[in-house]
């Protein structure tokens, strides 16, 4: 048998990392880090976002001063796989599409 059909499973560290990745990519790009305004205020899609990993879980900011959100491992492969799509939206977002 190829070893081409054994695919090592990422830890959540390493897709915490790549969600890290595309969450910084699209925070830093204005084209897709799209100002909202409410009422008198604006809004980012994303201001200080980050993703890492604790315990069994991938856990996402994508606001600083609005916490973190923890993803299983399921659900971290599966926004993962979505931003690699080249989606832009958060984990919430993705899974009200599927």
């Not at 969450?23 to 994303?46: C, F, H, S, W, Y």
């Not at 315990?55 to 916490?67: E, H, I």
């Amino acid at each position: 048998m190829s070893e081409a059909k054994y695919k090592k499973r990422k830890t959540l560290a390493e897709l915490a990392y790549e969600i890290n990745k595309h969450l910084t990519r699209i925070e830093a790009d204005p084209k897709l880090n799209k100002v909202r305004k409410r009422g008198g205020m604006t809004q980012q899609l994303l201001y200080s976002a980050g993703a890492g990993s604790r315990g069994n879980r991938v856990f996402v900011t994508y606001v600083s001063y609005q916490g973190t959100t923890g993803l299983t491992r399921e659900d971290a492969e599966k926004y993962l796989a979505a931003l690699d799509a080249g989606k832009v939206a958060r984990h919430f977002e993705v899974f009200r599409e599927t």
